[in-house]
């Protein structure tokens, strides 16, 4: 941002105000009044998005060294019909360890009022009330540390910093066994092993899934190998079990692939440095040497192990004969597209089952569950794209689900699904293309294990498993269907300014030493859409052309920029990949915008 403190833009913070409320704050009602003095960052989130996920990891370091100062208000905007449920939402904020204030905001009406366009945004909040910064995607949390300094220093010097404690406050812990759990498998000893997600372990249970036979891990955040006294995970999902009888654990928050052996109850790390990847890093290597993005599932096919990389929206395999890792299927951009693996879109993969010849996988962003071929291509068996979902049975093509996150393999050739927000396991018949519902009343399955005639489902948001007996007869249920909530925005048919708004946070440049450092993406659903403009470029900014006689559709939007430390004495300036992928449905009327901004990082400069 040129120019120093003095030309910072500055625009009036709009109300924080959701008909949810508030949580982590003992019952308190906040607003932007009590923030006074303090330094805020307004964090748009919404729990079933990983991009979200990965930001509220990244915060948390900021949140400690800035405590007195700092103050993290999360503003959850929900996408799908289920997260806009207060009792989900208060969930989400304990599974995923939330330790700052959380307005819940169903109606989306604080994300109207910051005109916010992306799962997630970061926007912070001067001590005087004012909106100083907007930042769309991960990544920026560096520079969002930088301005928070130069914020203290400001601030400290005029005498409207208040330093103190904040309004956080802690919810009571629940005594249960197991806390959010995310996969179980049967260990050949008849016993379950369950990733207990919240609680940073695994827990080992007899073969009742209910009593305790051992915890594997300290209970903490950590990544360290060793003994089930020593050993620490982060947020664990995964499972599966490997011909030797180990089991490989997707780590998911420590961005690793682990492998646990149930006869020493030592866990070794398998592959994953634990640090997240990025765009411009390796896609293949040395397991050990190679960054991952939050791998969600696991699966042994075809002699390797498959991970569900919901990170970056990919399939990748780990070989253990070469202990090394690769890219199999996916571009990493978000959507359903299928074909070649290498050309196939996902949205979140999140659950991964194996049969001799198809690899099933719940994409759970897109509500969909899709095959891969022993050739590698990518199938798709239901769901339609990012925008619709719901509760409907009958053939595939017409089926609903709601943001599912594991699959099963049944004995007879079909899948159960379970549906996650839709509470329900449903299953899919390959042979006659339907889908019916098998259960409904279940809290937020989140995965399905065989136990001989039964179903063994983690019910995630019930802190257990559930036995349930394969009914010969589907349970017929009432047929909804839903788009997501967030309101299509109005352009103009014919010509579209599309302007990636990205500003260089302080003290750091576009990195030009290679040639360009930014880049554009552009797709639309349907395809029809866009008469020009689509595929890539550098530059950010890009009139497109739409097709009048498409009323409405969906634009991709991928958007890369590099920047670096702006300093000539020094030789290795550290650089800052920023990237964000927009999907942002359109309605074409002819009193809509000529123009479409889309905030990277800084201030639109043509805002109202």
């Known amino acids: 941002m040129a120019g120093g403190m003095a030309k910072r833009v500055r625009v009036r913070a709009p109300e924080l105000t959701g008909k949810g409320g508030w949580i982590n704050t003992g019952g308190k009602e906040l607003g932007l009044a009590e923030l006074r003095g303090r330094i805020a960052i307004v964090d748009f989130w919404t729990f079933c998005c990983v991009n979200c996920l990965h930001v509220l990891d990244e915060l ?208 070794t790390t398998l592959a994953g440095t634990g640090h997240q990847w990025m765009q411009g890093d390796a896609t293949s290597g040395p397991a050990r040497e190679v960054n991952l993005s939050s791998p969600w599932d696991v699966a042994w096919w075809q002699g390797k192990v498959w991970i569900a990389m919901a990170g970056i929206h990919q399939l990748w395999t780990y070989d253990p004969d070469s202990a090394a890792v690769s890219v199999t299927a996916g571009t990493s951009n978000e959507g359903l597209v299928d074909g070649p693996g290498a050309e196939a879109w996902f949205a979140q993969p999140s659950g ?77 018949d390959p042979a006659t293309g339907e889908v019916t519902t098998l259960a409904t009343d279940l809290r937020e399955p989140s995965g399905a294990v065989l136990a001989g005639d039964d179903i063994v489902v983690v019910e995630s948001a019930r802190h257990r498993l559930t036995r349930l007996r394969l009914p010969e007869e589907a349970v017929r249920v009432e047929a909804v269907a839903h788009r997501t909530q967030r309101a299509a925005t109005e352009v103009a048919p014919g010509k579209l300014l599309l302007d990636v708004v990205f500003q260089a946070p302080a003290g750091q440049k576009l990195d030009t030493r290679y ?45 890369m920029a590099a920047s670096c430390d702006d300093d000539p004495h020094n030789e290795y300036p550290a650089c800052h990949v920023h990237q964000q992928d927009w999907g942002v449905p359109v309605r074409l009327t002819e009193t809509g915008a000529d123009r479409l901004p889309l905030v990277l990082a800084g201030m639109d400069a043509q805002t109202p």
Request: glycine share 10%; charged share 25%.
């Open 352 to 428: 991964l089952a194996a049969t001799p010849d198809r690899l099933w996988l719940a994409d759970s962003e897109t509500s969909a569950l899709r095959w891969v071929d022993p050739e590698g291509a990518v199938h798709t068996a239901v769901g339609t794209g990012l925008f619709d979902f719901g509760h409907r049975d009958g053939a595939a093509e017409q089926a609903l689900l709601q943001h599912p996150l594991g699959v099963t393999a049944l004995p007879d050739g079909s899948v159960a699904i379970s549906d996650t927000y839709n509470h329900a396991l449903r299953r899919y």
């Open 515 to 559: 040639g360009p450092s930014t880049r554009l993406l552009v797709s639309s659903t349907p395809p029809e859409l866009l008469r020009t403009g689509e595929g890539a470029g550098t530059d950010l900014s890009r009139t497109l052309e739409l097709d009048p006689s498409v009323p409405e559709g969906v634009l991709h939007v991928s958007a």
């Open 60 to 267: 948390r370091e900021l949140e400690r060294r800035h405590r007195d100062t700092v103050v993290v208000i999360g503003v959850h905007s929900p996408k799908f019909v289920h997260e806009a449920e207060h009792g989900a939402v208060v969930d989400a904020v304990e599974r995923y360890g939330v330790e700052h204030p959380v307005l819940d905001d169903p109606e989306l009406a604080t994300w109207k009022q910051y005109a916010v366009r992306a799962w997630p945004t970061l926007v912070v909040i001067d001590p005087e009330g004012y909106v100083v910064a907007q930042h769309a995607g991960e990544g920026h949390v560096h520079a969002i540390e930088r301005l928070v300094t130069e914020l203290e220093a400001e601030h400290e010097a005029k005498g409207t910093l208040r330093r103190g404690d904040g309004p956080y406050v802690a919810p009571e812990p629940e005594p249960t066994v197991l806390r959010f759990p995310g996969k179980a498998l049967l260990l050949p000893s008849g016993n379950f092993l369950v990733s207990d997600t919240t609680r940073h372990q695994l827990l080992e249970l007899e073969a009742d899934g209910e009593s305790v036979v051992r915890r594997i891990g300290q209970g903490g955040r950590g990544l360290t190998d060793g003994t089930p006294a020593r050993s620490r995970f982060n947020e664990p999902q995964g499972l599966a079990l490997l011909p030797d009888g180990s089991v490989v654990v997707a780590d998911t928050v420590n961005h690793a692939l682990r492998r646990f052996d149930p006869v020493s109850g030592r866990t």
